[in-house]
T-cell receptor, first 111, second 114 residues
Framework: QQPVQSPQAVILREGEDAVINCSSS?????VHWYRQKHGEAPVFLMI?????EQKGHDKISASFNEKKQQSSLYLTASQLSYSGTYFC????????????FGTGTRLTVIP | KAGVTQTPRYLIKTRGQQVTLSCSPI?????VSWYQQTPGQGLQFLFE???????NKGNFPGRFSGRQFSNSRSEMNVSTLELGDSALYLC?????????????FGPGTRLTVL
């Protein structure tokens, strides 16, 4: 049930763009994205629901392809503060408090 | 508003012992979920409590158990500790059981089993 993320790691220079992908072998009702900085707790970024609804931070964008059971997180004009590990999560049920997280994508932004 | 708090922050135990970890959610939040984080397995869902009832459970052995009190505070217990239980244990709270929920994570309890 654990979603698969790609790439596993990426290094960017400030101002560059990146895409992080998340795919699941089972039908998805929603996809949740979190970012965890080193030594800190994960922080919510975005929720994408089947049907196109989204809830999240203004500076983060993402897509959700229900047919392909995939989601992508788009990081544009990256800043140093974007560094961290990004996790996508898919719920066991229809709620949002029981997430099966992907393996994570480590993003490093360098000056 | 105070964030999610977890106690203790660090714990060292030996194999065979048991341990209890505590989580105090954000005031007003009724849902508490627990996750185990290790370098090898990543973030894994343990269980979720809502209004004192376990709503969902991950794929962990029965040695891992939890409960939630009427004030929404939650505890998780691991009995007969194994070396592989060494991990960061995170709890997360959210206000209700809704598909729109974002979870607020606590700083975690770092458990080391020797």
């Amino acid at each position: 049930q654990q979603p698969v993320q790609s790439p596993q790691a990426v290094i960017l220079r400030e101002g560059e763009d990146a895409v992080i992908n998340c795919s699941s072998s089972k039908a998805l009702y929603s996809v949740h994205w979190y970012r965890q900085k080193h030594g800190e707790a994960p922080v919510f970024l975005m929720i994408l629901l089947k049907g196109g609804e989204q809830k999240g931070h203004d500076k983060i964008s993402a897509s959700f392809n229900e047919k392909k059971q995939q989601s992508s997180l788009y990081l544009t004009a990256s800043q140093l503060s974007y560094s961290g590990t990004y996790f996508c999560g898919t719920p066991k049920g229809t709620g949002a408090n029981n997430l099966f997280f992907g393996t994570g994508t480590r993003l490093t932004v360098i000056p | 508003k105070a964030g999610v708090t977890q106690t203790p922050r660090y714990l060292i135990k030996t194999r065979g012992q048991q341990v209890t970890l505590s989580c105090s959610p954000i005031s007003g939040h009724r849902s508490v979920s627990w996750y185990q984080q290790t370098p090898g397995q990543g973030l894994q869902f343990l269980f979720e409590y809502f209004s004192e009832t376990q709503r969902n459970k991950g794929n962990f052995p029965g040695r891992f158990s939890g409960r939630q009190f009427s004030n929404s505070r939650s505890e998780m217990n691991v009995s007969t500790l194994e070396l592989g239980d060494s991990a960061l244990y995170l709890c997360a709270s959210s206000p209700r059981d809704s598909v729109y929920n974002e979870q607020f994570f606590g700083p975690g309890t770092r458990l080391t089993v020797l």
